[in-house]
């Protein structure tokens, strides 16, 4: 059973995404093998409440899925985020 936090965390990302969906890249996550909505960095911050500095020490331990733009622009999966990022020792899980 999934706690309330969790729960909290999963419906606040969900509408983070749809509303900025407008905004939102999609292109293909390699490490989830499908085509994925991307939040910049700033928007993953937000989601997440975690600093820039925590959010790439997880893109290094693979813990967050990222993807780097033809600009040099570092974009994070969604999916990475919902399904296995870890905030404030807690794993989120969708069920």
Known sequence: MMSN?????????????????????RMHCAD????????????TVECLR???????RRVEANDIHAADTANGRMLICSKSLSGNAVSNGEKYEEH
Do not use: A, P, Q, Y
């Open 32 to 43: 989830c093998m499908s085509d994925e909505d991307f939040l910049t960095l700033d928007e």
């Open 5 to 25: 936090t969790k729960k909290v965390f999963v419906r606040e990302l969900h509408e983070i995404i749809r509303v900025r969906r407008s905004r939102t890249l």
């Open 50 to 56: 975690i600093g820039t500095r925590e959010i790439l």
